[in-house]
């Protein structure tokens, strides 16, 4: 908290530290989320959205904030976004009306598209009832189902590292995946989950490649990597001392 208003209480809030540039440019990441949040309590409080269009994890918060609504001296907040640049200024109210609202989506299990990068590590091709397993490099594994058409794809990427695409059903009050029916499957390289392909000999455009990284357009994006409350001559020779 960075500030304290008279009348209403009004609280103000900064981030903690300076945002770093992210490689996709996105400065404002953490203005824009804010605003991205009000939006999401407006259309929630007003029945104009959905809760299903949010974040598991989104929702979660703010069934946990609005349970300030619930006691007797507050009976709401407003969530406040700034008007910044072409986005305009959005107040939200969390009260207890956006409150159920959230706990009817979260008490009942929620459909979601979601991708799960991991290794498919079992299959059972029972007629009618085609299912794998998918194993995420962190995580729980997740039971999957999928169509016919998909049955010698699956059987092709047996202990293969996978990304897979498709509508999941998330656990009520979580948003953990309970399963998964694929829509797309697709063999993942192995360097993709964070595991081996180090002896591959792969070069620096196959690496980019299966990465997806593209090529700096601004060589200064590289220049405010380092945090700016941190002298870096201190930091260095810390690392040179821990050499000797």
Not at 71 to 86: D, F, L, Q, V, Y
Not at 161 to 183: F, K, M, Q, S
Request: aromatic share 4%; charged share 25%.
């Amino acid at each position: 908290m960075i500030g304290l208003k008279p009348g209403s209480t009004r609280l103000q809030f900064g981030l903690a530290k300076p945002q770093v540039p992210l490689f996709c440019d996105q400065t404002t990441l953490g203005s824009d989320v804010v605003g991205e949040v009000a939006l999401a309590i407006k259309s929630l409080g007003n029945g104009k959205g959905t809760a299903r269009e949010v974040d598991a994890g989104v929702l979660q918060a703010l069934y946990s904030l609005g349970a300030v609504a619930e006691s007797k001296r507050i009976t709401e907040i407003e969530w406040i976004s700034p008007k910044a640049g072409e986005r305009k200024r959005v107040a939200a109210p969390v009260n207890r009306r956006m409150r159920e609202r959230v706990a009817a989506t979260i008490s009942s299990p929620r459909k979601v598209q979601r991708q799960i990068d991991g290794v498919l590590d079992m299959a059972d091709f029972k007629p009618n009832d085609l299912k794998c397993r998918i194993d995420p490099a962190i995580g729980a594994s997740v039971i999957c189902t999928f169509d016919e058409r998909d049955a010698t794809q699956v059987q092709l990427l047996m202990r293969q590292p996978v990304r897979v695409i498709g509508e999941a059903v998330i656990a009520p009050y979580t948003d953990r995946v309970e399963t998964l029916h694929i829509h797309n499957i697709e063999r993942l390289p192995s360097l993709s989950l964070g595991k081996g392909n180090f002896f591959a000999e792969s070069s620096l455009s196959e690496l980019a490649a299966s990465q997806k990284v593209k090529p700096l357009k601004d060589i200064s994006t590289l220049a405010s990597g380092f945090p700016p409350d941190e002298d870096i001559d201190e930091f260095l020779e810390e690392i040179y001392s821990a050499r000797k």
